[in-house]
């Protein structure tokens, strides 16, 4: 356990109130769309709460493939299909940008290494 947790501290309760069943629907080229149904904790299905999607694909980049997940603002799995392609976009916008952010720190990390106080 790391920064010394115990794993008598860790709660592994579940929350009985915010229980969602999943299922995975994929065209088997690029996309998969994961549906949480929402459930009471006997497995009935919620009416009370919306269901969520969350769209999955991944693109092949020089270092393998790279996964790419956004949820996906739909109600229902026609609108989940239609807003999945902007959605991937703007989560592949969203992570080549962190990358360029991790690659300028690293940089920055690397540039301020090589400094060399006199007297020190």
């Known amino acids: 356990m790391s920064n010394g947790a115990q794993a008598q ?3 592994f309760s579940v929350d009985r109130n915010n229980l969602y069943r999943e ?7 690029v996309a998969t769309i994961r549906q949480l149904i929402p459930i ?4 009935a299905q919620d009416t009370g709460r919306t269901r969520i999607f969350i769209g999955h694909t ?4 020089p270092e393998g493939p790279v996964p790419i ?5 739909a109600d229902t799995l ?6 999945f392609p902007q959605a991937m976009q703007q ?5 080549i ?11 920055q990390q690397k540039n301020d290494s090589r400094i060399i106080m006199p007297g020190q």
């Open 91 to 95: 989560a592949l916008v969203d992570v």
């Open 23 to 29: 299922e995975s629907i994929t065209d088997l080229k």
């Open 78 to 83: 026609e609108q989940a299909m239609d807003a």
């Open 97 to 107: 940008e962190k990358l360029k952010q991790l690659q300028q720190q690293q940089m």
């Open 58 to 61: 991944q693109v092949m980049s």
């Open 40 to 43: 009471t904790a006997d497995g």
């Open 9 to 11: 501290d860790i709660d």
């Open 69 to 73: 997940q956004s949820k996906l603002d």
